[in-house]
């Protein structure tokens, strides 16, 4: 069983940054995939990023590609999503999800552990 809590969420301009985490219960944490996925009103939810068990590997959305990063601390359990020059269009809630494998996928379908999520509104 593996439990999600993302933090850092909030309201940011345009052109700010902002870093969110998500801290994970479990003893296994390195052997979980980790990805971001992000829902804005309305909308469906979208894949963000991915990254590997080990932290070697990670996957972006075709939007995120040069302004997102991915990573994790594996000694802290927790995996992180830096965002970089924001964009209105990236209000959204931004969920936290786990794998029970340590290969990342772009599939919603393939993660069985959700956090609550974390608002990020960037206003203009």
């Not at 995939?33 to 990254?51: H, L, S, Y």
């Not at 040069?66 to 931004?94: C, P, Q, W």
Request: proline fraction near 2%; hydrophobic fraction near 35%; include cysteine.
């Amino acid at each position: 069983q593996v439990q999600l809590v993302e933090s850092g969420g909030g309201l940011v301009q345009a052109g700010d940054s902002l870093r969110l985490s998500c801290a994970a219960s479990g003893r296994t944490f390195s052997s979980n995939a980790m990805g971001w996925f992000r829902q804005a009103p309305g909308k469906q939810r979208d894949f963000v990023a991915a990254i590997n068990g080990g932290g070697q590997l990670t996957y972006y959305g075709n939007s995120m590609k040069g302004r997102f990063t991915i990573s994790r601390d594996n000694a802290k359990s927790t995996v992180y999503l830096k965002m970089n020059s924001l964009k209105v269009e990236d209000t959204a809630v931004y969920y936290c999800a786990a794998r029970g494998v340590g290969s990342p996928s772009l599939y919603e379908a393939s993660y069985g552990y959700w956090g609550q999520g974390t608002q990020v509104t960037v206003s203009s």
